[in-house]
């Protein structure tokens, strides 16, 4: 198959998202429900109102699938931020080009100082995030940044700005296992308006990424939208089927798929699609359905009870004891701006303990690197 | 008679073999164990965690259990063997189950890297257990590259279906003298005592077990299940036929 992605986005252009919705009647919805296997309009007609009425026994066969491919275990990690320069003007980001913030670029010992605190709690998981600065944190910081903290973790994974697949071989060589990298919105119009400067306005460059992280032998690759920059139903489906396309042509992968969902940040930008907590639970869910061996991230960009809530019904992956703040787990950057609002502020035991509470077990280490 | 299994000049006693992969807790994962009375069991390098005090699963797996490291996470050859290094560095010990899994969707296993791994582990004085699709030139390959068994799966990993592969384990079970041990896709006990039934040497369960509502029971139905098949086994049990038979044969009037 291969080729790109962008091949199998351009079957629904034309496609009418809404009126599909809008006519996928219960019935539809029932015979999705007895499938073993989903294909894509089945999934979309989960996304749609209808299926609304079946949360329930959709849970349930979710919650039988996550069960029979990754069991009662729950995988921790946690965002580590070393840059939050950034030459992109994204609408909805903290660290967007005109917010007026402190602008923070960690040395690679400071790097070290933050790893070094966050594996004091047992995280064995890590995720480096930079801004998009190529003048302020290149590809050989990053590098750097990478090889510096690999001592502390036994996963490295990265969410950075998109790079080639010669970067990609770079980064995995220096440690780098895993790549997170989030379209925003798959749908291209809206997405022009919303990444007008800098290089992140390049659409096609973003969402190749992802294969040429696969490319470069990557072990993980991690995917999604930004819920609630576009209607959801079509960001969600559209990731379901980038993540899709991704399994089907690079089965070595261990596929995720995460959903983060917008909240407040530093600016004035206004959620145009804002996801309900029952249409956050419907995406998941049939997420799940469609793809059963993917990973399902969920950060802590959600609050405690709700996390809470996710375990058994598709989720497998959550962040703790996160701080957005580049500087902000030994450097005392607390009270700087953070990328976006933290809404679950637990510790790294407060989740384990919830997680147990659950019947599930929490993992603070899934990989040998 | 004694039918204990010998693998590799070991002894053991119970031909149930439990994964520790998948339970909510590992005290639970240590009560399955005892309750089971498993004497192998496996464990994923990419969990054990000898840095941690807390979540070291090496720590609740009783003293008297084999402990046979799998490479869970290997795509290819290459990375099972630095796994299965890695583990027996890690004190894990010298049985390793070479899981060679390029596809994570769903989780088949690549034969001919399973058997490149087997080559050069089984040189290092690993006691090699390989997790193959049924295939007999592989087997072979793989007896001939110094495997201690085979380990065929029944269905794939996390389906729960059972001896799907049935037809193809048994050609292995006849032709094969190594220990043929079924792995993965059993799912109740009942499946367990069909793959003794039909002369596996023993069954390995993980799923079924982490993920039932009480671990701890119907870890001991399985280990009871697989005593039954084998049981079975030596008594010569009667086979489905493929068509009905009289029970008094055309020719008993000769007698």
Known sequence: MKGSFFDELRRFDCFDFSSFLENARRQDVERALLKDSLGELDFLTLLSRNALGYLEPLAQKAREYTLANFGKVILLYTPLYISNYCDNDCLYCGFKYSNVIQRRKLSVSEVEREA????????????????????????????????????????????????????YVGLS???????????????????????????????????????????????????GALLGLGEFQKDVFLAGLHGRWLQNNYPEIELGI?????????????????LTDQELVQSLIAMRLFLPRAGIAISTRENSALRKNLIGLGVTRMSAGSRTQVGGYALDATKEEGQFEIADTSSVDQVKKMIAQKGYQPVCKDWQA | MDDALIISGHKIDNRF????????????????????????????????????????ILKYIPKECIIMANTSGARNADEAIRIARIARAAGCGDWIKIEVIPDNKYLLPD?????LATEVLAKEGFIVMP????????????????AASIMPLGAPIGTNKGVCMRELIKILIQEISLPIIVDAGIGRPSHAAEAME??????????????????????????????????????????????????????????
């Open chain 1, 116 to 167: 070094q605190e966050i594996a004091k709690s047992g995280i064995r998981h890590v995720l480096l995030l930079t801004g998009e600065s190529k003048e302020m944190s290149p590809v050989s910081y990053i590098q750097e940044c990478i090889q510096a903290v690999s001592r502390y973790f036994s996963s490295v994974g990265i969410e950075i700005y998109p790079l080639t697949e010669e970067e």
């Open chain 1, 173 to 223: 060589a220096a440690g780098a296992d895993g790549l997170t990298l989030y379209q925003e919105t798959y749908d291209r119009d809206l997405y022009s308006s919303l990444h007008s400067r800098g290089p992140k306005s390049d659409y096609r460059f973003r969402l190749d990424a992802p294969q040429r992280a696969a490319v470069a032998r990557m072990r993980q690759v991690n995917v």
């Open chain 2, 111 to 115: 034969n001919a890297q399973t058997i």
């Open chain 1, 258 to 274: 995460s959903f983060p969902r917008l909240q407040p940040h530093t600016g004035d930008f206004i959620c145009a699609h804002p």
């Open chain 2, 131 to 146: 997790y193959v699709n049924p295939d007999l030139a592989d087997a072979r390959r793989l007896s001939d590259a110094g």
């Open chain 2, 17 to 56: 073999f439990l994964g520790t992969g998948k339970f909510a807790s590992y005290k639970l994962m240590q009560e399955a164990i005892i309750s089971s009375g498993a004497r192998v069991v496996t464990v994923a390098l990419r969990r054990v965690d000898t840095q941690s005090a807390h979540d070291n």
């Open chain 2, 198 to 255: 039909l002369g596996a040497s023993a069954v390995l369960v993980n799923t079924a077990v982490a993920t039932a509502e009480d671990p701890v029971l119907i870890a001991q139905a399985f280990s009871l299940a697989v005593k039954a098949g084998r049981i079975a086994y030596r008594a010569g049990v009667v086979l489905p036929k493929a068509q009905a038979e009289p029970s008094s044969p055309l020719t008993g009037f000769l007698r």
